[in-house]
């Protein structure tokens, strides 16, 4: 089993930059795929990013390519998603997850679940 909690959520204007941060219960986290989820109002949870356990094989959606980077830190068994150059349509409740195996897209490929962090994006 494995735990996740999302931390580093808040309010920010167009343009500012955030980092959020996923913390894993699991001392075995570094075999773990880490994934980053988002559900806005009246829509449909949509992937982010995700990365191997390496950090060899990362994915990013298109539409936060170039804005939106992940990293993991194995030893503190912590993946970070920093958020650069936020607008709008960014708003959402961010979710990390895992799964054991390759990054997938998909959020049906996940095991595990934080239970979010609200990241709100204001003109």
């Known amino acids: 089993q494995v735990q996740l909690v999302e931390s580093g959520g808040g309010l920010v204007q167009a343009g500012d930059s955030l980092r959020l941060s996923c913390a894993a219960s699991r001392r075995t986290f570094s075999t773990y795929a880490m994934g980053w989820f988002r559900q806005a109002p009246g829509k449909e949870r949509e992937f982010v990013g995700a990365?191997?356990?390496?950090?060899?094989?990362?994915l990013y959606a298109t539409s936060v390519k170039g804005r939106f980077i992940i990293s993991r830190d194995d030893a503190k068994n912590t993946v970070d998603l920093q958020m650069n150059s936020l607008n709008l349509e960014d708003t959402a409740v961010y979710y990390c997850?895992?799964?054991?195996?390759?990054?997938?897209?998909?959020?049906?490929?996940?095991?595990?679940w934080g239970q979010g962090t609200q990241v709100t994006v204001s003109s």
């Open positions: 990365t191997d356990w390496y950090g060899f094989n990362t």
């Open positions: 997850a895992a799964r054991s195996g390759a990054p997938r897209v998909s959020s049906s490929a996940y095991d595990y």
